[in-house]
Nanobody
Framework: QVQLVESGGGLVQAGESLRLSCTAS????????MGWYRQAPGKQRELVAE?????STNYADSVKGRFTISRDNAKVYLQMNSLKPEDTVVYYC???????????????WGQGTQVTVSS
């Protein structure tokens, strides 16, 4: 299976920055995309940012211009600038991988890292 190890969450004041990091390891044939999601209590998990093979990116409207996703092989980063209190939530690393020659795409998740932004 695939394991994702996340780090970088913490407590900051509004307007400050954090950088989340995630490293994927395990049974990976190839990586199709890596990204970050977040989930607030009582809400569905939502995409924050994703980067695909080739460097294409996709951001949630709420973070465009503030967050930047980047990837280095099996590592993905999320630079979060100008943080707002509404960014306070658990962030989850995600990887879409081809695990074998016969399975073209599968999703794996990290355990989550808490980001708290105080006003």
């Amino acid at each position: 299976q695939v394991q994702l190890v996340e780090s970088g969450g913490g407590l900051v004041q509004a307007g400050e920055s954090l950088r989340l990091s995630c490293t994927a390891s395990g049974s990976i044939f190839s990586i199709n995309a890596m990204g970050w999601y977040r989930q607030a209590p009582g809400k569905q998990r939502e995409l924050v940012a994703e980067i695909t093979t080739g460097g294409s990116t996709n951001y949630a409207d709420s973070v465009k211009g503030r967050f930047t996703i980047s990837r280095d092989n099996a590592k993905v980063y999320l630079q979060m600038n100008s943080l707002k209190p509404e960014d306070t939530v658990v962030y989850y690393c995600n990887v879409k991988v081809r695990t074998t020659l016969w399975i073209r795409s599968d999703n794996f998740w990290g355990q989550g890292t808490q980001v708290t932004v105080s006003s």
